[in-house]
């Protein structure tokens, strides 16, 4: 099994969990480089992208253009009086 795939894993089994890189390197018995460079590769292989700017981006455009959905198909179910 990679890093990479070891790490996802130890998310899956921990989610909500915050780990820093010393500790999933401690709990993988790696190093903290190789860490890295698997949270890269999972960022590249889950986003499509490394930038965790983009990441942002585009997860800010989703959930707005949710959000205009969400409240545009409730327009006109309520009144105020």
Known sequence: MTTKDELLKLFEANKGINYNGEQ?????GVSRNAIWKAVTALRETVLGHRDIKTTLDIYADCTQEMLDKEFNSLEGSFRVS
């Open 24 to 28: 999933i390197a401690a709990k993988l």
